[in-house]
């Protein structure tokens, strides 16, 4: 395991983990990250944020602030998919992590993979989509009201992005790694919970991907549309 993070963690920061048997001082179990309620470190990073973008619109820093969340999950499990043909112990009562106002969102996983029922594909799902995901989608929405269908659009980006910084890493790109991890991507977005979310563009590029949804980073002040935005432009504007 060992070996394969630190492959892993040189793809970038968002790859980057700790592990071992005890975690770091300091790291809570990722449920108690999600179910702190309105005066936890998760609702602090939402007004944290809030302020950093200048919104006064709460639900556009909570889906900022979500949407960073799910691509640090993606990362670090389709990369040691990907990679390590593994699926990490990211069971929110075992994995740990570190959730200050500001900075970086630290992770610590337990040494060890995840006793898979199925495919990669449904090991991914099931730990990241269903054992994450969701419960952390319902803590974003228990301190400030976003719709569900934006946050669901979110894990698809998320997944998406992190699969294009993973595939163009130059110690990925051209091995069967880069392979693995388009093919993991489709396999994700084509079942629930994702399902629906978006669809793929290009027949022959599983990264290449439209969203059915928007994050709302185009209300943040001198923001526009992403890459992968339902809206060709921002709303009301021509």
Do not use: K
């Not at 106002?101 to 090991?123: N, T, V």
């Amino acid at each position: 395991m060992a070996e394969v993070w630190g492959v892993v963690g040189r793809v970038g920061p968002y790859f980057d983990v700790r592990t071992g048997a005890v975690p770091p001082a300091g790291f809570r179990p990722l449920r108690e990250l999600y179910a702190a309620g309105a005066d936890g470190p998760l609702a602090g990073r939402i007004g944290q944020a809030a302020r950093q973008l200048g919104t006064r619109e709460p639900r556009v820093a909570a889906s900022v602030v979500h949407l960073g969340l799910a691509s640090r999950l993606w990362s670090v499990a389709l990369g040691a998919a990907a990679i390590g043909g593994i699926v990490p112990d990211l069971h929110p009562d075992r994995a740990h992590g570190m959730l200050p106002a500001q900075g970086a969102f630290e992770l610590w996983l337990p040494d060890r993979p995840s006793a898979l029922g199925g495919s990669l594909a449904d090991g991914l799902r099931q730990a990241v989509a269903v054992e994450n995901l969701a419960p952390l989608a319902e803590a974003v929405r228990s301190v400030v009201p976003v719709a569900e269908r934006l946050l669901e659009g979110n894990a698809a980006s998320a997944l998406v992005g992190a699969g294009r910084v993973l595939a163009a890493a130059p110690s990925v790109r051209h091995t069967e790694a880069a392979r693995h991890t388009a093919e993991l991507v489709r396999a994700l977005l084509g079942a629930p919970p994702l399902v629906g979310t978006g669809t793929v563009t290009a027949p022959d590029r599983a990264l290449a991907f439209r969203r059915t949804s928007c994050c709302l980073y185009y209300r943040v002040p001198g923001g526009g549309v992403c890459g992968d935005c339902v809206f060709d432009r921002p709303p009301g504007t021509r």
